[in-house]
Structure formats: C-alpha cells, structure tokens
C-alpha cells in the first residue's frame, strides 16, 4: 500500500525540488512495500537521496541568498543523522524499526516539512527566479 499517493498539490513550483519530492515519495511507497531483503537497500538509497537532495536545495538557498539558510539547513542535518541512526538499527538486523520510522516517522515529516520550510523557500526562490528574469 502507498503510504503517500503524489499528486500535483505537492508541488512547490521549483522544477527541480519537485521532480527530487516525487522520486523521494516512490521511494518511500517502495519501501512500504519491500520484503525484509530488499528494504535495507532501499533505506541506504533513500538516505543517499535525502542527502543529494538536502545539497541542492540548500544550493540553491546559498545562491539566491535565502533568509532562513541557517535554520533550514539544520533541520536537514538533523533528519539526516536521525536516519543514520536508523540505518546502523537496520544494519544490526532491526528491520522493523526502520519499517516504523518510515510509516511513522518520515511520511509525517515529509509532509509537515514541504509545507513549511520547503514551501516558503520555493516561494522564495520562485521570486529571485522571476525577477532574474525580469532584470535581464
Ligand atoms: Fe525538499
Ligand atoms: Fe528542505
């Protein structure tokens, strides 16, 4: 079962936030439905995702000088050592606990945190874009 169905209203409108956000929601579904096998794996892909995406989108705040660089970036820093410390849980054979942090844990987080700090970045960033665009 997909624990997140991706939908046009996840959107933020910053082309390449949004293509990162629905790859990281199939990611998530995959996982919801690996065997016991397959989901270690997957966790590692996912945690690589989260981390290739966390320097994007905080490249993109560095260069179009965003207001709240700081908090957002820790807010990253700390969902990545969270999942980290799941993965060495995983590692050791707990399964299950991943299992929970996923269905409990991320699939919330997810949600709650495109809708505030990602959205308010991408508000942000779709506005330098459109004056860059408007300056040139
Ligand atoms: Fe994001
Ligand atoms: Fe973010």
Do not use: C
Request: net charge negative; no cysteine; hydrophobic share 40%.
């Amino acid at each position: 079962m997909a624990l997140i169905g991706w939908t046009p209203d996840l959107n933020v409108g910053v082309p390449e936030i949004d293509k990162d956000h629905a790859h990281f929601v199939d990611l998530v579904n995959r996982l919801a439905s690996a065997d016991d096998d397959a989901f270690p794996e997957l966790f590692e892909e996912s945690y690589q995702h989260l981390e290739t995406h966390f320097a994007m989108e905080e490249g993109l705040m560095q260069k179009y000088g965003f207001f709240a660089y700081v908090p957002h970036k820790a807010e990253h820093e700390r969902v990545l050592a969270q999942t980290r410390t799941i993965q060495t849980q995983i590692a050791s054979g707990d399964v299950e606990t991943g299992r929970r942090y996923i269905e409990e844990t991320i699939t919330a987080w997810f949600i709650n945190h495109r809708n505030t700090m990602d959205a308010v970045t991408a508000n942000f960033i779709q506005m330098a874009r459109r004056n860059e665009a408007g300056a040139s």
